[in-house]
Every structure is written in C-alpha cells, then in structure tokens.
C-alpha cells in the first residue's frame, strides 16, 4: 500500500529500499540503453579504424595497379610505335587506340569519385548518428 502511495506522489522504491524519483524497471531500461548505446559506439568506432585501414590499404594497392598498367601500356605502346613509325594506318589506328583508352580511364576515374563520394557520405551518416 504504501508503494502505490508514492508511487502516486511519483517516488519510487528500489530493491535496496532506497527512495527513487525514476521507477527502478524505468531506470534499469535506461541504463541498458545507455548501456548497448555505448558498446554500439565502441563497435562503430572499430568498424572505422578497421574500414579505414582498409580503405587506405586499397587506395595503395590501386595506386600500384595503376603505376604498373601505365607501364605496360608505355611498352605496349614504345613496341607499337617502334612499328607504326613506317606505316601512316598503323599511326592513326594507335592513336586511336590511344584516345579510346583514355576516354575509358577517364569514365572510370569519374565512376570511382563518384562511389568514394557516396562512401564518404555513408560514413559521415554513420558518424553523425
């Protein structure tokens, strides 16, 4: 009787016989929120030191990757151009050839700042929640 009593003036009794402003179920589910809130912030703060690392891992292997598809395409293209110095067609074929290969490459530096941009933006919505 005396519980519902305060309960009515909005005092609360915990288990340790302790006066409460909070009901104690109440305060018990706000300190498991608070709780899981913490331990999913330590979880999002690993999974950005862990995409991170990967992130940077990628971006080195694909400066690599790069670096050695422009040196092959300087051999391909010094043995090509060591053939085509004596034949006009083989010239514009090449240059050609050329001209294709940079549009691609231009295609796809537009199509991989476009999803490093939409990452970044996934991230910074990740983050600011």
């Known amino acids: 009787m ?4 305060l309960a009515k003036a909005g005092l609360f009794v915990d288990d340790f016989n302790r006066l409460r402003l909070i009901d104690p179920d109440v ?7 608070q709780d899981k809130s913490s331990e999913f912030n330590d979880q999002l703060k690993n999974f950005q030191t862990t995409t991170g690392g990967l992130i940077d891992s990628i971006e080195e292997f694909a400066n690599v990757v790069e670096t050695e598809k422009i040196r092959a395409m300087m051999v391909r293209n010094t043995q090509e151009r060591d053939l085509a110095e004596d034949d006009p067609v083989l010239l514009q074929m090449t ?16 199509a991989v700042r476009k999803i490093e941009k939409e990452q970044d933006e996934c991230i910074q919505m990740m983050t600011e929640h």
């Open 27 to 33: 305060a018990e589910l706000l300190q498991s929120a």
């Open 2 to 5: 005396g519980d519902e009593q």
């Open 95 to 110: 240059i050609r050839e050329l001209t294709v290969e940079k549009e691609r490459l231009r295609v796809e530096l537009e």
